[in-house]
């Protein structure tokens, strides 16, 4: 997968990964962080996932890293913010917007998470990843997982995957195996499964899934 395939799905509007509802799943199970008010969450891959703006309604600040500009104008657009857009000090490919919503603030940047550093980032609290690990395949999510830790700081996760037979389907999103969990993040971060749930995707046929929700704590803490 490149970064083309993206553009592309965003250019034709094929983005059935959108949910136009704030996943059950982050409202269910959010509290196990136990973040207080006022905490900055990092969002990889984030698009224009509405996720973020209950986030912000929770009382927390935003910052995403989203690859297409397109689904970073919309969220703003959809959220009726009118965001400031500032360019990479160093990087003239690179770019974020911000906002505010709830009186919250949501920062942006277009770019490759690979191409970002701890610095870009600024500190965070916890990371939330919906759709971002699921969304790459096998080969690439070691690399991403170590990305996500360095650019977080190593703090704690809340991770949504999905399990399911991937020969019916080939991804995104891809199955991701508790084995591959394990293998990904288990060197730096305690993992506590907290949910698995049988779930439906797609349109017909549709594919029977497992959706699980994971917990992950820096093993220094």
Not at 39 to 60: H, N
Not at 62 to 91: C, K, M, R, W
Request: aromatic share 10%; hydrophobic share 40%; charged share 20%.
């Amino acid at each position: 997968m490149n970064p083309e395939f993206w553009q592309t799905r965003w250019q034709e509007k094929r983005i059935g990964f959108h949910q136009s509802k704030v996943n059950l799943l982050l409202t269910e199970y959010f509290h196990h962080l136990s973040l207080p008010a006022g905490s900055r969450i990092f969002v990889p891959l984030c698009g224009k996932s509405i996720d973020m703006a209950w986030l912000a309604a929770q009382g927390y600040d935003v910052i995403g890293v989203e690859l297409v500009e397109t689904a970073v104008q919309e969220f703003f657009a959809e959220q009726n913010i009118s965001p400031t857009i500032y360019q990479h000090t160093d990087n003239p490919a690179v770019k974020y917007y911000q906002g505010q919503l709830s009186g919250q603030t949501i920062i942006l940047w277009v770019a490759d998470i690979f191409a970002l550093t701890a610095k870009d980032i600024g500190n965070t609290d916890a990371v939330y990843d919906k759709a971002a690990l699921i969304a790459l395949p096998a080969d690439m999510r070691p690399q991403y997982s170590e990305q996500v830790r360095e650019l977080s700081g190593n703090t704690a996760q809340l991770l949504l995957t999905l399990n399911y037979d991937q020969s019916q389907k080939n991804g995104p999103p891809f199955s991701v195996s508790s084995a591959q969990v394990e293998q990904y993040y288990g060197d730096h971060y305690h993992i506590r499964e907290v949910a698995n749930e049988p779930a439906t995707i797609g349109s017909a046929p549709e594919l029977e899934v497992t959706e699980h929700v994971w917990v992950l704590g820096n093993k220094q803490d």
